[in-house]
């Protein structure tokens, strides 16, 4: 069993920086590719970035060159770096894991392990 302990998130002007972090425990993060997902009310969950656990990265179009997805293996903890926020990634956002991708990366159903959500709010 895994368990994610998110923390981070906060209310920021346009144009800041935040950092989101997530502490999974019960597994090694060598052994998991780890995902960020945000949701806003009344819509589905968002895929935002994934690192496998071979090293490689994939984002979503929105947070190209903005967003940065990494993880510290001595602390079993991943991070979010979001720089230059806009009001459109207000959200709460979610870590998660898996341990294998069946299918496509992006999909929540792909993912078994999940933190609590940290809100994330991006004022004008």
């Known amino acids: 069993q895994v368990q994610l302990v998110m923390s981070g998130g906060g209310l920021v002007q346009a144009g800041g920086s935040l950092r989101l972090s997530c502490v999974a425990s019960g597994r090694t993060l060598s052994s998991l590719h780890m995902g960020w997902f945000r949701q806003t009310p009344g819509k589905e969950r968002e895929f935002v970035a994934i690192l496998w656990n071979g090293g490689a990265k994939a984002y979503v179009d929105s947070v190209t060159g903005r967003f940065t997805i990494s993880t510290d293996n001595y602390r079993n903890t991943v991070y979010l770096q979001m720089n230059s926020l806009k009001p459109e990634d207000t959200a709460t956002y979610y870590c998660?894991?898996?341990?294998?991708?069946?299918?496509?990366?992006?999909?929540?159903?792909?993912?078994?392990?999940w933190g609590q959500g940290t809100q994330v709010t991006v004022s004008s």
């Open positions: 998660a894991a898996t341990s294998s991708i069946r299918g496509a990366y992006s999909q929540v159903r792909e993912y078994d392990y």
